[in-house]
Structures are given as structure tokens and as C-alpha cells.
């Protein structure tokens, strides 16, 4: 099928001049030249997985009433269409109906729109001019009567729903595109898993470098930067979220990161690196003892390889999430009067973009209802900290299978001891 990127040619941007008269190359320009030889050249699954995935969501939209789906989360418009882009901070949406896609991106993000994306249309604005962005959409939805969006959406602007709602009817709108799409992509494909499995090798490939540079005097800056390299060499993409650690006092004060502060001997050092392969990540927590640990760290590495064991026991298919968790907790409140946790014992994970690895379409923490199913995926954050002392974080990326959940990365619960 051919794509189209014509179609908001002469109302908004004629060719530009140069000072001397001659024709200047503007992004649509850019955009027929480059797809005459590069069209879907970085897709990044075949175009059959593609194909499954916009079935399933046309599905749900027809069971649900929809006429469209508006996306603007990075990672679900990547979930239908595969596009992606490392630049995420700029508004990019894609319009699903029964019959057509659109893809909708900023001029200096046609290159990826290109190699990236299997869509029927890229309408494109211009970088500097988001009053562009209202007309294409508004006519691609203009026939919708039930519209799904994500109201939750980092990268839904006000300054863009608002308007649309204004010129279609806000009775067209429905703030229910996030649970139709999370209960797509809790369930991950074989491809998805491939993908993991990559990403969580290549974790391991940097928590091993970095634990290998730990020494009094190094800083967490430096460590970090070992495990970073050894993952970009292994075959890393860019990162949803920089490799974190911390050292002594500091591993005990939830999500701080590295910041050129010397290791010293005797100090626990945090690690939590997450590689990435085609936008997949499965995260991994270690943590190292600078020379023989006390016994109070000890005692937290093994709660965290408890709570572990119960959880994976616990995550069979048709457990609420909750239910779960509910166990976990009871184990940690019996032993855990001191430690903090943040009560979330676990997450579900995928393809993501930065400032996050985290999927966000499911969550093993109280008042989750949602039933687990086989093949969903969930990193287990078991970080347990002593406030103003210490933090001792252990843990691995799980897939849910019918006889509960087991680790697909390597992690074997040790406590690493140096020096």
C-alpha cells in the first residue's frame, strides 16, 4: 500500500526560496525523496506482527463503539505502527479507523516517520508551528462519533484536545484509549519476548562490567559509565532510562542517581541498568557489598529473594494483581518494620520510550484488579532501604506462564561481595 504525505501541501507550506530565488528542499520534499528508497527500511518487526496488532485493536474498537483512536503516547503509537523516534518530546499522534491510519509528526521527524512506520498516511507539521497540527486531525476524525483517547498521556497537549473538542463536539470524546490499549500490550507476542530476552541479556552484560569496576574511590558516575559502555557495545539502542547508581546513604533515598560521589569501603552500591532491543527493556537490580556486608543488608538481600519466590509462585494466570501483591506485603510487614518499600511489587514492562521503562499498563500493588494472563511480562522492583544508611535492591524480569512466573533475566538473588 502506498503512503501519502501530500495532502496538507498547499495549505500550509508552499517550496521555500532561497535569497538568490532558487527552490529549497522542505520537509515534504525531504519526505518523497527519502521514501523512494528507504520506505519501512528500519520497521521493526515484520510487517505480519503489524498487521496482527492493528486487527486486534480494530476489534476491540468495534466492541467497544469506537469510530478512532487518537494516540499520542510514544509507545503505543510504536505498538500499532512502529514508528519511533528518539526525539519524544515533540507532539506526534496516530489515527486509527476501520479503514485507514495517520500518522501525524513533526518536520524534523519525517526521517523516522520513513524507515520506521508502516501507517497509510504521514501528514507532517512544522516543527516551529503547532497551529498546523488542529486541521489534519480535526478532518481525519471529522466523520467519528466516538472518539478513544489517553487523558492520562504525557504527550496529550491541552493546547491540542481542547481545540479538537472545540471544533468536533467534546460528546465525541472518550477518555478510554489507555485501557483498550494496555489490555493489548500486557499480553506480549513471541517477537516481544525475543526482544526481552535481548534486552535482558544485555543487562546482564552491564550490571557484569559495572560490578567489575567497583572499588573504593571510584564514583558512581564512573560505574555507571562502565555498564552504559558495555551495554552500547553489546548492542544497546538508546536508553528509556540511564543506567542508575548509588552508593552508601545515598542507595537508601529512592530514585537518586548517579552524581560523582566516591565509593567508600564498607558501603552497599545499588545498581539497576535496563538494555534496550527495539525499544524493549527488561530491567535487572544488583547490589554490591564493599567488603563484608552487615548483617542488617544481608537480612534485606534475603527478604528481597523471599518476596521474590512468593510473588512468582503467587503470578498465575487469572490472579488479580492485587492478589499478588496482597501476598508479598503480608511477607515484607512481618520482617519489614524499618525498611521502606514503595509498595508496588511489580510492574509490567515492554517497548518504551524515555524518561521511562516502565509500560505503566499494569502494576502488582494494591487495588489492581486487572488477572494475570500467560506471557505478560513485569519487572519486580524489590529495592528495600534503611533511610539515611543503606539500600539493598535484588531483582529480575518475570513472564507469567500457567504454573506462575518465571525469570527471563539471570539474576541469581546474590548479595556481590568485593574486597
Avoid at 478510554?176 to 534486552?199: H, I, N, P, T, Y
Avoid at 544508611?389 to 518465571?406: D, E, M, Q
Amino acid at each position: 500500500m502506498g503512503v501519502k504525505f501530500l495532502r496538507y501541501h498547499n495549505v500550509y507550506t508552499g517550496r521555500n526560496l532561497s535569497a538568490t530565488g532558487a527552490l529549497l528542499m522542505d520537509h515534504k520534499d525531504y519526505y518523497r525523496t527519502l521514501a523512494a528508497a528507504h520506505r519501512g527500511s528500519e520497521l521493526p518487526f515484520p510487517k505480519e506482527e503489524f498487521d496482527a496488532r492493528l486487527r486486534q485493536a480494530r476489534k476491540e474498537m468495534q466492541q467497544q463503539g469506537l469510530d478512532a483512536l487518537l494516540l499520542t503516547s510514544p509507545a503505543d503509537i510504536f505498538y500499532l505502527c512502529g514508528y519511533h523516534t528518539f526525539e519524544v518530546s515533540v507532539h506526534a499522534a496516530l489515527v486509527v479507523t476501520d479503514n485507514h491510519t495517520l500518522l501525524q509528526v513533526a518536520s524534523i521527524e519525517t526521517g523516522p516517520a520513513v524507515v520506521t512506520a508502516q501507517v497509510d498516511e504521514v501528514v507532517g507539521y512544522r516543527w516551529e508551528q503547532l497551529d498546523e497540527v488542529l486541521t489534519p486531525l480535526s478532518d481525519s476524525l471529522s466523520n467519528c462519533r466516538a472518539i478513544a483517547f489517553d487523558g492520562s498521556s504525557p504527550g496529550l497537549r491541552y493546547g491540542i484536545i481542547h481545540p479538537l473538542q472545540l471544533r468536533l463536539g467534546s460528546e465525541h470524546f472518550h477518555d478510554s484509549a489507555f485501557d483498550l490499549m494496555a489490555g493489548l500490550r500486557l499480553v506480549k507476542s513471541a517477537r516481544e519476548l525475543d526482544c526481552l530476552a535481548q534486552s535482558a541479556r544485555i543487562s546482564a552484560l552491564g550490571l557484569e562490567a559495572a560490578i567489575d569496576a567497583i572499588e573504593p574511590g571510584i564514583t558512581d558516575s564512573e560505574i555507571a559509565a562502565e555498564g552504559a559502555k558495555a551495554m552500547h557495545a553489546a548492542g544497546s539502542e538508546f536508553f528509556s532510562l540511564a543506567p542508575i547508581v548509588t552508593a552508601g546513604p545515598r542507595s537508601g533515598i529512592i530514585h537518586v542517581n548517579h552524581k560523582r560521589n566516591p565509593v567508600r569501603k564498607g558501603e552497599s552500591v545499588f545498581l539497576e541498568f535496563g538494555a534496550v532491543w527495539q525499544r524493549y527493556t527488561a530491567p535487572i537490580m544488583r547490589t554490591v557489598s564493599l567488603g563484608p556486608p552487615e548483617r542488617e543488608i544481608q537480612s534485606a538481600a534475603e527478604l528481597c529473594n523471599q518476596l521474590e519466590r512468593i510473588l512468582c509462585e503467587a503470578m498465575k494466570p487469572g490472579v488479580r494483581f492485587e492478589e499478588a501483591a496482597a501476598q508479598a506485603q503480608q511477607a515484607f510487614d512481618s520482617r519489614g518494620a524499618d525498611l521502606f518499600h514503595s509498595g508496588v511489587f511489580g510492574y509490567s514492562v515492554g517497548a518504551q520510550f524515555p524518561p521511562s521503562w516502565v509500560e505503566g499498563t499494569g502494576f502488582i500493588a494494591k487495588g489492581q484488579t486487572r488477572e494475570l494472563a500467560e506471557n505478560m511480562v513485569f519487572h519486580l522492583p524489590l529495592c528495600l532501604r534503611l533511610p539515611g544508611r543503606w539500600g539493598v535492591g535484588l531483582s529480575n524480569t518475570v513472564k507469567v506462564t500457567r504454573s506462575g512466573a518465571i525469570p527471563i533475566t539471570d539474576h541469581d538473588g546474590r548479595l556481590v561481595v568485593r574486597g
